[in-house]
């Protein structure tokens, strides 16, 4: 029989973890006693730095030889450790990037991390807990392309998914920095999100696109953040539709002050729910005095948004007459807020016209 079980541990403290003896030491304190239902768990040191999680679920016992490492790697999709002797093996690291453990999931390989993710199977159980948070750190600073800054690169990446890119291209369409669009793409092609269709040289430039879209897309939405992002200020306007609401802002703030997103946005693009608000990114700092609308502190029918980093209204597409941000940024902008906007967003995706 195979069990799905998925638990958090309590947050452990900020810290980086630097050597092998430290990673084990850490993974056998955290497994001294644990019991979850039917299943007991526990760490045992083995010396030479080599360890052992046993498992126990009723009367059936397994373990699991752990192999530790400091810097996980896609490398280890092409060549799983597979244990020593006749035991399984366990691939533990400080900390697994979600997406690196996705694709270990899917190809059935055991992992763990500090921070409370575990992953194994054996013939009668199945145990798949995430992790409690990132507080424990690889030794090496991990680049973040899903940062304000390096999504730039990965939007218009997705918001073209198709298209082959060289590096000055995405440096001029975005603003960012050579030395960040370089590092960016190199830790997207490390991970297989992004391939080089050309190599560059003397001649010509390099090329780049978009390796594996849907994997990329849900690498950036396990790290985006919309309350860290956006400042937001709800207002209500006097109008019989959210089209006269839309309306209303665009002719009031400057067509090119605003950038649509959210329901109304995903309505234009494909229609799904009713949208049940207007929601826009404004370009410009708003006025202080709005005389066109009557500020709320909840229940808007406008939500104005100030946005930490311009780059979400890069990519940006017309639709009868209206500026709306990229399709992938309506789909982040839709996730994390209610009233229906996650079933919003799915359907956007799944929208054959997606991104294209």
Known sequence: ?????????????????????????????????????????????????????????????????????????????????????????????????????????????????????????????????????????????????????????????????????????????????????????????????????????????????VNNFDRLLDAWRAEDDWAKRTTIRQYSVLAGSLAEVAETAHAALGGDNVFFTQWFAAHLRHPYTTPPLVSAYLKKPLPNEVTWARKVDNGGNLWLITPKDEGVLQAAQSVNGYQLVSDVQIYLDLLPVGQRGPDQAQALRAWEGFAQ
């Not at 046993?54 to 030889?65: A, D, L, P, Q």
């Not at 190809?107 to 507080?135: E, K, V, Y």
């Not at 920095?177 to 003397?202: F, K, Y």
């Open 1 to 209: 029989m195979f069990y799905y079980f998925s638990e958090m541990n309590e947050k452990p403290e900020n810290k980086t973890i630097s050597t092998v003896e430290q990673l084990l030491g850490l993974f056998v304190e955290s497994f001294q006693i644990q019991s979850i239902a039917t299943l007991s768990a526990r760490a045992v040191t083995l010396g030479d730095d080599r360890a052992e999680l046993r498992i126990e679920v009723g009367n059936e016992k397994c373990f699991f030889e752990v192999i530790p490492g400091l810097t996980p790697s896609r490398k280890l999709l092409q060549a799983p450790a597979a244990g020593l002797g006749k035991k399984p093996g366990l691939l533990l690291f400080p900390h697994l990037p979600e997406a690196l453990a996705a694709d270990l999931r899917a190809a059935g390989i055991n992992h763990a991390d500090l921070n409370g993710r575990l992953f194994f199977r054996t013939p009668w159980f199945l145990m798949d807990r995430q992790p409690a948070g990132g507080s424990y750190r690889n030794p090496k600073t991990e680049l973040n392309p899903f940062t304000l800054k390096s999504s730039r690169a990965v939007r218009l990446l997705l918001s073209h998914r198709a298209q082959e890119w060289t590096q000055a291209e995405l440096e001029a369409r975005t603003g960012v920095s050579r030395t960040l669009v370089s590092v960016t793409l190199a830790d997207l092609i490390e991970r297989e999100l992004v391939v080089q269709t050309r190599p560059g040289n003397r001649h010509v430039a390099a090329l780049y696109r």
